[in-house]
């Protein structure tokens, strides 16, 4: 079946660094999208991306579907204590099939 | 507006009994999911109810999983006879009908097995 690879796992960084962080998928995808997981709380959506090359920006979040259809990335900037969490991303092939999220990739900010 | 609300949000049981967890969606949401994510994993799409009918349940494991919206509002999801693999946080979510990429998420039941 389809998977998603996330990486990195996890990272520790300093308040006010930046995040990158990227998922890629050896098959194709046509939706992409970024939730991110509080302890004890379900995922909620950060970004979603629809078109092949798309960058799109949600306050300090900013991020892009890949050309090839296969990969997205995620960056944070300026990042603070709140942004600790898991981000998954989730890729989406048509409007009606499920969503396939990738394993995440664990944030922690050290103040 | 009430998000989506999820019951209980803790559950321990011993192996071979059965579990049931309840979930109510956003009102006026015709799509409704539940999910299972196993730790250190992401969410894993078990079934899918479009109102009341079911849309895609090719990962629910049928001969112990069971799940049914009877009225197209709340939906309950059942394990009979649980499995120690079976031990994950079940996620219910919801979406306007054809809005499968803007779902909502509940906060989840915890189940452990023993």
């Known amino acids: 079946g389809q998977q998603l690879n996330q990486s990195p796992q996890s990272m520790f960084i300093q308040e006010g660094e930046d995040v990158s962080m990227n998922c890629t998928s050896s098959?194709?995808?046509?939706?992409w999208l970024w939730y991110k997981q509080d302890p004890g709380e379900g995922p909620v959506l950060l970004i979603a991306?629809?078109?092949?090359?798309e960058l799109t920006s949600n306050g300090r979040l900013t991020a892009q579907f890949g050309i090839t259809r296969k990969d997205s990335f995620l960056n944070i900037s300026a990042s603070i204590p709140s942004d600790v969490g898991i981000y998954f991303c989730?890729?989406?092939?048509?409007?009606?099939?499920?969503?396939?999220f990738g394993k995440g990739t664990r944030l922690s900010v050290i103040a | 507006e009430a998000g989506v609300a999820q019951s209980p949000r803790y559950k321990i049981i011993e192996k071979r009994q059965s579990v049931a967890f309840w979930c109510n969606p956003i009102s006026g949401h015709a799509t409704l999911y539940w999910y299972q994510q196993i730790l250190g994993q992401g969410p894993k799409l078990l079934i899918q109810f479009q109102n009341n009918g079911v849309v895609d349940d090719s990962q629910l494991p049928k001969d112990r999983f069971s799940a049914e919206r009877l009225k197209g509002v709340d939906s309950t999801l059942k394990i009979q006879p649980a499995k120690l693999e079976d031990s994950a946080v079940y996620l219910c979510a919801s979406s306007l009908a054809g809005a499968y990429n803007e779902q909502f998420f509940g906060p989840g039941t915890r189940l452990t097995v023993l």
């Open positions: 989730a890729g989406q092939l048509s409007g009606n099939t499920p969503l396939v």
């Open positions: 991306l629809y078109k092949a090359g």
């Open positions: 098959s194709i995808f046509n939706t």
